[in-house]
Structures are given as C-alpha cells and as structure tokens.
Nanobody
Framework: QVQLGESGGGLVQAGGSLRLSCIAS????????MAWYRQAPGKQRELVAT???????NYPNSVRGRFTISRDNAKNAVYLQMNSLKPEDTAIYYC???????WGQGTQVTVSS
C-alpha cells in the first residue's frame, strides 16, 4: 500500500530550480505538520522544511531563502520549490509527516557544478 509518493526530481545545473511534489495518504496528511527531508550519500537523513496544516513554515539555515514548502490540503499534496540549487543539495528527497513515519521511495535530486 503506497502511502507517500514523491516526484519531480532530476538533474539540474547549479543555480537552477526544481519543484518536488508529494501525494500522501489521508491518514498521513491529516497529521498536523508535513515535511521534506533529504539524504545525501554517506550522510544521515536531514530535515529541510516543515509546514503546519495552517501553513506555518520552518527551514534550516542551509536552505532558508532558497527553498519554499507549500501544501494543498484538498489534494493531500505537499510541494517543495527549490531555487538557486547548489551541488551540496544533491540527495534523495523524501516527504513525510513530522515527526516522521514510514518512508516512501523518495525522488533523486542531482545538482551539477
């Protein structure tokens, strides 16, 4: 049973943009806060953005000002607009609730220099 489906990743040059999308099952999406996470090769998974059901957002310093998280409660969807991408943003990106539950497949983002 697929509960999280991420899409929108790809290969982009440094300075470029990508928009990630995630469709979650209602049981997950009805959790108050949704989030995007990422895991780079050889590194631990890290939180990159959170959004409450009411639309309040939060970001770590590493992506603040470049990434924007949004959600469509009617569609059980969460989005991540990523601008001014850097090679260090290369990772598999996952959406999930916050705190997280079971993981989906994620979507690969590769930023070339």
């Amino acid at each position: 049973q697929v509960q999280l489906g991420e899409s929108g990743g790809g290969l982009v040059q440094a300075g470029g943009s990508l928009r990630l999308s995630c469709i979650a099952s209602r049981s997950i999406f009805n959790t108050n806060t949704m989030a995007w996470y990422r895991q780079a090769p050889g590194k631990q998974r890290e939180l990159v953005a959170t959004i409450t059901r009411g639309g309040m957002t939060n970001y770590p310093n590493s992506v603040r000002g470049r990434f924007t998280i949004s959600r469509d409660n009617a569609k059980n969807a969460v989005y991540l607009q990523m601008n001014s991408l850097k090679p260090e943003d290369t990772a598999i990106y996952y959406c999930n609730s916050f705190p997280f539950g079971s993981w989906g497949q994620g979507t690969q983002v590769t930023v070339s220099s």
